[in-house]
């Protein structure tokens, strides 16, 4: 349908100012909701995830085209139910103990929550018992930590350990990241997955979804 390609389009190149008025447009046409947010608006962001990738679109751009996937998702949601609201799992996601880099952490979030995961943002300088209780409260598919420092990467070792001693393991993947962190790291420490970036983050948990 040619509007869901506008809606597409208009994320894509971040136009902010248009884009509550094309998903109105899309709504008074008759055309489906959820058909809207996961073909145009998630559609667009589907768009972005691999030219990000590719270096072919930078952070700012990318940040861009997510407020305004947010804006035009702010119409449609009043006219679907929480359980209509597609979701292809619940993420929660925070920077680990001692460490107040957020700005990859929030690419993280953007990216995932335009790809239509439900995310739990715990911010930065997260503890590891803090992880354990919003397993517990949230009970999340996934749990992502993420250390940009090499002071505070062996917090997330820190945070595994505590969440298997919560015998809670076995009921989340996961995922870490962060400029000092690696596969190889990754693998000592029991994480399930490791990604360089947010695109390939999302590729991950799409992966242990499936
Ligand atoms: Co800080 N800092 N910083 N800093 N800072 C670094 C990380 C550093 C490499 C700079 C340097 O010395 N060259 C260095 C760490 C050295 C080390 O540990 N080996 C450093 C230091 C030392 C510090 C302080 C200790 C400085 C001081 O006070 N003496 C201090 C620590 C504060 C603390 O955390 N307790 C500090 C403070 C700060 C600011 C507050 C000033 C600011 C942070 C602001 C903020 O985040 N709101 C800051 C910044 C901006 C940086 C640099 C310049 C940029 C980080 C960034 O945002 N990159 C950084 C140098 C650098 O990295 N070149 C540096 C852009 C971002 C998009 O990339 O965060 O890597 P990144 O995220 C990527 C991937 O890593 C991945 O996807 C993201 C998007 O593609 N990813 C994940 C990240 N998390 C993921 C999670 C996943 C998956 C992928 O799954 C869950």
Do not use: W
Request: proline share 3%; glycine share 10%; charged share 25%.
């Amino acid at each position: 349908m040619a509007i869901l390609e506008d809606i597409q389009n208009c994320v894509l190149d971040g136009e902010l100012d248009e884009i509550k008025d094309l998903v109105q447009k899309a709504v008074d046409e008759g055309i489906d909701p959820a058909a809207i947010i996961n073909d145009g608006l998630i559609g667009g962001m589907n768009i972005v995830a691999p030219l990000f990738k590719s270096g072919e679109m930078f952070v700012p751009e990318v940040m861009e085209s997510a407020d305004t996937m947010n804006e035009g998702m702010q119409v449609v949601k009043p006219l679907i139910t929480d359980a209509d609201m597609p979701t292809k799992g619940k993420v929660i996601i925070g920077t680990v103990n001692g460490d107040l880099h957020d700005i990859g952490k929030n690419l993280v979030v953007l990216m995932m929550e335009s790809r239509g995961y439900t995310v739990i943002d715990m911010g930065v300088d997260v503890k590891e018992e803090q992880f354990v209780e919003a397993i517990k409260e949230h009970k999340p598919d996934i749990v992502g930590m993420s250390s940009l420092l090499t002071t505070t990467m062996m917090k997330i070792d820190d945070t595994i350990k505590m969440i298997n001693e919560s015998g809670l393991r076995d009921q989340v993947k996961i995922i870490i990241g962060g400029a000092p962190i690696s596969q190889e790291f990754a693998d000592d420490i029991g994480a399930d997955g490791y990604s360089e970036d947010a695109s390939t983050a999302v590729e991950l948990c799409d992966r242990m979804m499936a």
